[in-house]
């Protein structure tokens, strides 16, 4: 298997893409984007302050992951403890947040199996080395059907594909990839008409207006809360995103944690984007899951008591306070992560609110 890995990692993903186009044209950006995180997350170290491209919450702190731990436990235990329960995490990266919120679970005696969704041959060793008893699957089809699940997913939702669809001229069209005489990745429209793929109330937007969406994301979102509906439970998504309808193109991509351009080096720079959590709320909704709200990362974690939280662990290691303090404010200043970065909480129809979402 690592042979075939090396001989995929040799081609380079931007000549694929060319000799792609040249044969059958441009492709839509979705794919362009699909495959080349799909390259990415398989042969690079993405995540971790050195060496990595770019830093998550759950690597910011420990506390991240023990809070969200508690979170899980809380509303699992209130909602009557029933077994077989599941900890589910999608993207779960080095494994950082499974070992944190699985050990933080643990002093409350719960003690979930451990499910890892994950399409990375390299992370899934990472992962595993973190969290020794952890069940991989390649998606959610084969995570059991019985017990509730507590599902996590951090800074998952934004590395799935987007769809682009821009207002020309002539109606509205795709987002697809071509090349020009240099050989360089450039935008341009469709040739298929895409109308009937925009909301009416949109149709008549000026030229040039870009409507972006995540059709991954929302088959997500409708898979799991079905799944909460049919066999309880509850679930996280944390991601950068925003909550009222925006329109334009979100999509960024960073290497060495700087912003690149998003066509220099396919494979071998994160792409992502914004998550619309509007509409993932909608559709958690049509699927008669409880959507407890989304609310900023940085009131939630206070909420949940990253403050005391912090305080007790810099008591008992007096010499790591300056580290802790400046870990938790990057965890939860609106000018650093606590703004930007939402929690977006749903459960199972009947279960009782989470901690740190507004009582509705
Ligand atoms: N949650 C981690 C990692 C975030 S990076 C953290 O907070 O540090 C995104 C993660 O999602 C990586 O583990 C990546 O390999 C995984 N991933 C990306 N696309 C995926 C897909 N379609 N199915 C499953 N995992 C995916």
Same mark, same amino acid.
């Given at each position: 298997m690592?042979d075939l890995?090396?001989? @995929?990692?040799?081609?380079?993903?931007g000549d694929?893409f060319r000799?792609?186009?040249a044969?059958t044209g441009?492709?839509?950006?979705?794919?362009?984007m699909?495959e080349?995180?799909?390259?990415y997350y398989a042969?690079?170290?993405?995540i971790?302050?050195q060496?990595g491209?770019?830093?998550?919450a759950?690597?910011v702190s420990?506390?991240f992951?023990?809070?969200?731990?508690l979170?899980?436990s809380d509303?699992?235990i209130?909602?009557?403890?029933?077994?077989?329960v599941?900890?589910?995490?999608?993207g779960?990266g080095r494994g950082t947040l499974a070992?944190?919120?699985?050990?933080?679970m643990?002093?409350y005696?719960v003690e979930?199996?451990v499910h890892?969704v994950?399409?990375?041959?390299?992370?899934?060793?990472a992962?595993l080395a973190?969290n020794?008893?952890?069940i991989h699957?390649?998606?959610l089809?084969t995570v059991?059907t019985e017990?509730?699940l507590?599902i996590?997913?951090?800074e998952?939702? &934004?590395a799935?594909?987007?769809?682009q669809?821009?207002k020309?001229n002539?109606g509205?069209r795709?987002?697809?990839?071509?090349?020009?005489?240099?050989?360089n990745?450039?935008?341009?429209?469709?040739r298929q008409p895409?109308d009937s793929?925009?909301?009416?109330?949109? =149709?008549?937007d000026?030229?040039?207006?870009?409507?972006e969406?995540?059709?991954?994301?929302?088959?997500?979102m409708?898979e799991?809360a079905g799944?909460?509906? &049919?066999? @309880?439970?509850?679930?996280?998504?944390?991601?950068y995103?925003?909550?009222?309808g925006?329109?334009?193109s979100t999509?960024?991509a960073?290497?060495?944690?700087?912003?690149?351009?998003i066509f220099?080096?396919?494979?071998?720079?994160d792409?992502?984007?914004?998550?619309?959590?509007?509409?993932m709320?909608?559709?958690?909704l049509?699927?008669?899951a =409880?959507?407890l709200g989304?609310?900023?990362q940085g009131?939630w974690?206070q909420?949940?008591?990253?403050r005391?939280r912090a305080d007790?662990?810099a008591?008992?290691?007096?010499?790591?306070r300056?580290?802790?303090?400046?870990?938790r404010d990057?965890l939860?200043?609106?000018?650093?992560m606590g703004?930007?970065?939402?929690v977006?909480g749903?459960?199972a129809?009947?279960?009782?609110?989470g901690?740190?979402?507004?009582?509705?």
């Open positions: 690592s890995r090396d001989e @995929d990692a040799k081609r380079d993903l694929t000799r792609l186009i044969a441009p492709i839509s950006l979705a794919h362009f699909g080349s995180n799909q390259r042969d690079k170290r993405p971790g302050g060496g491209d770019f830093i998550t759950p690597e420990q506390m992951g023990e809070l969200i731990g979170w899980l509303i699992w209130r909602a009557g403890r029933t077994e077989p599941h900890y589910v995490e999608l779960p070992r944190d919120a699985c050990r933080a643990k002093r005696n979930p199996r890892l994950e399409t990375s041959r390299r992370l899934r060793d992962q973190a020794p008893n952890a699957h390649h998606d089809s059991p017990g509730p507590l996590v997913a951090n998952f939702l &934004d799935l594909p987007v769809r669809l821009v020309t002539e509205w795709e987002v697809m990839v071509g090349v020009d005489a240099d050989g990745f450039i935008e341009m429209p469709g895409m793929a925009v909301p009416e109330a949109r =149709r008549g000026a030229p040039g207006t870009v409507i969406t995540s059709p991954a994301s929302a088959t997500i409708f799991v799944r909460l509906r &049919d066999q @309880d439970g509850a679930a996280l998504f944390i991601d995103g925003y909550r009222h925006r329109s334009g999509i960024q960073v290497k060495d944690h700087r912003k690149v351009g220099d080096t396919p494979g071998d720079v792409l992502s984007a914004h998550v619309d959590f509007a509409q709320e909608q559709i958690a049509s699927r008669d =409880r959507v989304t609310v900023p009131e974690l909420a949940l008591g990253i005391e007790a662990l008591e008992y290691a007096p010499q790591h300056e580290a802790l303090m400046l870990a990057r939860i200043e609106p000018d650093q703004e930007l970065f939402k977006m749903l459960v129809p009947g279960w009782p609110d901690a740190g979402f507004p009582v509705r």
